[in-house]
């Protein structure tokens, strides 16, 4: 094909750690210098693949969570008790160790000045990952595209990049609001429960002003706020999904 | 030379029949979910099949007789490019050969087209010979909008996602053209066992 041939193809490449930063208790970010980075668009993935010293190989996609203008390439990675690669990135890896990926894959759950806005993103938990690189990416051209993300979370303690967030949240174009479905903080003045039609419907532009949205979360998470999102209007050519994983959120 | 994770074991489904998982796959129970946007709700009383394209005349099904069309019951294995893939799942369809029975044309290639835009292209020989099916329930079950209902394109030989979910016609073509992943750097024609997940694969 004329298209692949021009792109190349997604060849595995092992990846330097760099560092490793501790961003909740369950959730680590895996700082990585690929030698041959192609350079990636916000909202966009890589292939990571392990393998055991029998050969044993086992492969997830992981979204990327530095922006395009970074230098570096950044993951971040929940772990998930019983499985079997989220443990590895988020317990054993070191820095020096080196990671096999490909990418960057995917090219439709992306956010680039150009689309211009404005501009919702919506994460519950860990699909706040590729929603950080679009606002970052935002900060490092400067965008003027206003910008809200809601980001649900289970309690302050697992919001993953909160400080980033709330320095973030100081633009003028920026505004966060969290809302958290378990455990709220004494006189906290935030949202606390899952995301509902109401709270959309209080947190987004009305459907008339046609933002773009980006949804990205469990699988039951994207699903409950899409189909909100078009109850209340908004039009769905203009909401992008992205699913991480099979349960609800 | 494949370098060795430092430290990985990696979980082995014993219970797996490696013949039966293509390279870089995992076995799941669940069943995952694969979407760009938000999933369509489109009422049966709404809902067309068609046949389109090249061909001499096209066709169209009302959800009634869609179901009235003679349908089969299939147990398969499904693989989805987002790495997991499920054994013994099972499905009750249309085959594609039944709703091109008598369909003269000399078109090669099929887009298949869903409700909220979504395509998918294909060579018309993978949905011919019973290897592709118009699917309308899952586990004996209407099948649920999330997973592509009220029906979807099953052609599990191919990764999952060219089994358009929400399917709502074939278009024959005498051209290929990509359809909506496809596009956006997915294979031409994904095949799992030969681990065609993105172009170049
Ligand atoms: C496009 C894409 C981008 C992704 N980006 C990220 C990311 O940035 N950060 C990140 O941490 N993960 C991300 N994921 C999820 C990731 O690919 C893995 O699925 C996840 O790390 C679990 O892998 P595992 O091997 O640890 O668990 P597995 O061994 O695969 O599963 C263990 C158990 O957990 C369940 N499970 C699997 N995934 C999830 C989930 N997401 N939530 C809850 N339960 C689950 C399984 O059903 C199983 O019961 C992404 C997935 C996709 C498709």
Redesign the pocket.
């Known amino acids: 094909m004329a298209r692949a041939a021009l792109l190349g193809r997604l060849t595995w490449q092992l990846a330097n750690v760099v560092e490793l930063v501790e961003e909740t208790a369950r959730?680590r970010s895996i700082v990585l210098d690929p030698p041959a980075w192609p350079g990636h668009r916000a909202g966009q993935?890589v292939d990571v693949r392990l393998t055991a010293e029998d050969g044993y190989q086992?492969q997830?996609?992981?979204?990327i969570?530095s922006a395009p203008e970074d230098g570096y390439l950044m993951?971040?990675?929940?772990?998930?008790e019983?499985?079997?690669?989220?443990?590895y990135?988020a317990d054993e890896l070191r820095p020096g160790d080196e990671l096999e990926l490909r990418g960057p894959v995917?090219g439709y759950f992306v956010w680039e000045e150009s689309l211009g806005g404005p501009l919702l993103l919506v994460a519950g938990g860990?699909g706040v990952?590729?929603l950080r690189a679009m606002l970052c990416h935002h900060r490092a051209v400067e965008s003027i595209v206003p910008v809200r993300l809601l980001y649900s979370a289970r309690s302050l303690e697992e919001v993953v990049y909160r400080d980033e967030l709330m320095r973030m949240a100081a633009a003028d174009q920026i505004d966060i609001r969290f809302t958290l479905t378990r455990e709220q903080p004494e006189g906290w003045q935030g949202y606390g429960r899952r995301i509902d039609r109401e709270l959309l419907d209080e947190v987004s532009w009305p459907p008339g002003e046609h933002p773009l949205v980006y949804v990205c979360g469990?699988t039951g998470f994207v699903e409950a706020t899409a189909n909100a999102l078009v109850e209340l209007g908004h039009e769905p050519a203009r909401i992008r999904t992205?699913?991480?994983?099979?349960?609800g959120? | 030379m494949t370098p060795i994770s430092r430290g990985f074991r990696g979980?082995r489904d014993a219970s797996a029949d490696p013949s039966r998982v293509p390279p870089g796959q995992?076995v799941?129970?669940?069943f995952?979910v694969?979407s760009a946007g938000p999933t369509p709700h489109t009422q049966l009383a709404d809902w067309s099949f068609a046949i389109q394209g090249e061909v001499d005349e096209p066709r169209t099904w009302t959800w009634d007789e869609f179901r009235a069309l003679p349908s089969e019951n299939l147990t398969t294995d499904i693989h989805c490019v987002?790495?997991?893939s499920k054994l013994d799942t099972v499905w009750t369809g249309a085959s594609v050969d039944t709703l091109l029975d008598g369909v003269d044309t000399s078109a090669e290639y099929v887009t298949a087209w869903s409700d909220g835009g979504y395509t998918t292209n294909l060579p018309l020989e993978d949905l011919t010979g019973g290897r592709a099916w118009v699917a309308f329930a899952y586990d004996d079950e209407p099948l649920d909008p999330e997973h592509g209902g009220p029906a979807r394109l099953l052609v599990p030989h191919l990764y999952f996602w060219k089994s358009a979910k929400w399917v709502r016609g074939l278009e024959l073509k005498l051209e290929d053209e990509p359809g909506f992943w496809e596009t956006y750097g997915y294979h031409n024609y994904g095949d799992p066992w030969r681990e065609q997940r993105y172009w170049g694969d």
């Open positions: 959730v993935h086992a997830r996609s992981y979204s969570a993951l971040t990675v929940e772990r998930l019983d499985g079997e690669v989220s443990p990135l995917g860990s990952v590729p469990p992205e699913r991480f994983g099979p349960t959120g | 979980r995992y799941t129970g669940d995952p694969l987002t790495k997991w």
